[in-house]
């Protein structure tokens, strides 16, 4: 028997019953829908009020950009009319933000739909998820610290804690390594002297093939990301060229211009000065997405598709610009100490699944 | 040997030759990089802590334990005291190692111990538990998510968060992983 609730009744009904997660129960309040919709509109005030152009672009892309790390959903585009094929469902809008800036749309925001598979669905993860994605112009990974602490003073409601307003510490990566784990990276720059430093840690040996990428990642996320303060936000800056992105490098250090923002220990958000640069550009495409292929060629996840001419926009007039990710769901659980992403999303993606 | 995307809590590991029981274990996606299991180990007999993380395709070698049923007596402050129910033979393990099982375990009850040779590794405690309520505390303001609360403490000396129905010598069903209320239960 289907039983039918009246809109109006419906609306009365509070709290709505929103998932059962890991065999709890979670009630989610109507008024977080409401905080959500709060949020979102500071958001766009906060843009708008600076010149920013709200922008919407494909969620369904025909290519993505390569990224080895990050696996996609795919889905077939199936025509009488035209030829058959495969779209992705995008990580990030960043590939068509980036060409809207070669357009010369100056700078651009974006609330996004976006997607990840295969990561472990958690409290702090949902496939699908909400990305405010924006872009500065003539801006440097610098300039868009502070923007990014007025957005969140912006967003703050009357019930946010302090530590979600506090000034932000900001923190080099390898500042951090030298707090946390007692480690000076600037000496550990090579394969072999990262697996001794590994070795004196007293982590296991591991794959003797491991990359120095890994490495660095099993050390930070054993020793320094669990002691990232939770009391106020932090930003981790100036990370390692051999974790590789389109962030353009800092001249004369083994750096990158990008930095990572931890609210509650949690990190909610990604920054870079973009890489601008034509031919590096493309070199990052040809050997990211031949890693991804090698990688993919034995778990069989997806290949997207990538677009080989991708690099050609970035000619000479293409702007300095710096570009910054914020996970809004995550945001959302900050700005009003919510524990779990079920807590913030209606219909949480973790309600359909069954344990492997 | 096991992929480190397999590792649970409560599992057996052999790490550098030593059996290490998994007490945490999350799944974490850094920024730019692949997944890894961020595992949490204490050592069953002397209670040291170990910290791992390890890529989620690669192995870890995982101890094929026996499961026992065991009859919890008591701790001391020290030590937590069992017997096995088949052979009646008394057994101790470092509170240290499970500090919180103090007060999710009931004296005279029984519990699976797994036993890697005579050596004891893990409790098992069963993921949803009946208490009664030996003691209601004045309600908490209600906070906008969960509604009114307040805290009780059950026989074991466990602290849960209630709705304020909930009374004295009631029982309640607890999710012992996270320590929440998941309902009354009516005799």
């Not at chain 1, 995008?90 to 295969?118: D, T, W």
């Not at chain 1, 750096?255 to 493309?282: D, F, P």
Request: aromatic share 10%.
């Amino acid at each position: 028997m289907t039983c039918i609730v009246r809109r109006k009744q419906y609306r009365k009904m509070r709290p709505c019953l929103t998932g059962m997660a890991s065999g709890t129960m979670i009630f989610m309040d109507i008024e977080f829908v409401r905080k959500r919709s709060e949020l979102y509109q500071r958001i766009r005030d906060f843009f708008n009020s600076k010149d920013y152009l709200e922008v919407e672009t494909p969620i369904l892309s025909e290519t993505l950009i390569p990224e080895s790390t990050i696996s996609c959903f795919s889905t077939f585009f199936r025509s009488e009319f035209h030829s058959s094929r495969d779209y992705y469902l995008i990580p990030s809008p960043e590939v068509h933000m980036k060409r809207l800036i070669g357009q010369g749309y100056g700078n651009i925001y974006q609330i996004a739909r976006c997607f990840r598979n295969s990561e472990q669905i958690g409290s702090h993860h949902n496939p699908e998820f909400s990305m405010l994605e924006w872009y500065t112009m003539d801006a440097n990974y610098r300039d868009s610290i502070l923007m990014t602490e007025r957005l969140i003073k912006a967003v703050c409601t009357e019930d946010t804690p302090d530590h979600v307003r506090a000034p932000f510490e900001i923190l080099s990566v390898a500042e951090a390594f030298k707090a946390y784990a007692e480690l000076d990276l600037d000496s550990l720059m090579r394969p072999s002297l990262m697996r001794e430093a590994i070795r004196a840690k007293g982590l296991s040996e591991g794959d003797t093939q491991a990359s120095w990428e890994e490495m660095f990642n099993r050390l930070f996320l054993t020793f320094v990301e669990p002691e990232i303060s939770s009391e106020h936000p932090v930003l981790l800056i100036d990370y390692p060229r051999a974790l590789q992105c389109l962030a353009r490098p800092i001249k004369g250090t083994p750096y990158r211009e990008r930095w990572e923002l931890y609210i509650g220990g949690i990190e909610v958000a990604n920054c870079y000065t973009e890489m601008t640069e034509r031919s590096t550009v493309k070199s990052y495409f040809e050997e990211e997405f031949a890693q991804l292929c090698s990688i993919r060629a034995v778990s069989g996840e997806t290949i997207p598709d990538i677009d080989e001419t991708y690099h050609e926009m970035f000619t000479d007039d293409y702007p300095a610009c710096s570009g910054v990710a914020i996970g809004l769901d995550r945001l959302l659980m900050a700005i009003h100490s919510i524990k779990t992403i079920q807590g913030v999303i209606l219909f949480p993606f973790s309600d359909t699944i069954g344990k492997r | 040997m096991i992929k480190a995307g397999q590792v649970e809590k409560g599992m057996a590991l052999l790490m550098k030759g030593q059996p290490f029981i998994v007490v945490e274990r999350e799944f974490v996606n850094p920024g730019k990089g692949s997944a890894f299991a961020r595992i949490k180990m204490k050592s069953p007999t002397t209670g040291q802590v170990l910290r791992e993380t390890i890529k989620t395709q690669d192995s870890v070698e995982d101890i094929s334990v026996d499961d026992k049923d065991c009859q919890y007596l008591y701790n001391d402050g020290e030590m937590y005291y069992f017997m096995e129910n088949d052979t009646f033979e008394q057994f101790e393990i470092p509170m240290a190692t499970f500090p919180d099982y103090k007060v999710l375990m009931k004296d005279g009850d029984s519990y699976r111990i797994s036993m890697w040779g005579d050596k004891p590794l893990n409790i098992v405690i069963p993921y949803k538990v009946i208490y009664i309520v030996a003691e209601a505390q004045e309600a908490v303001k209600g906070d906008t998510v969960q509604g009114a609360s307040k805290i009780v403490t059950t026989e074991t000396g466990l602290k849960v968060k209630v709705p304020i129905f909930i009374k004295q010598g009631e029982k309640i069903l607890v999710n012992t992983e996270t320590k929440e209320y998941l309902e009354r239960v009516n005799n």
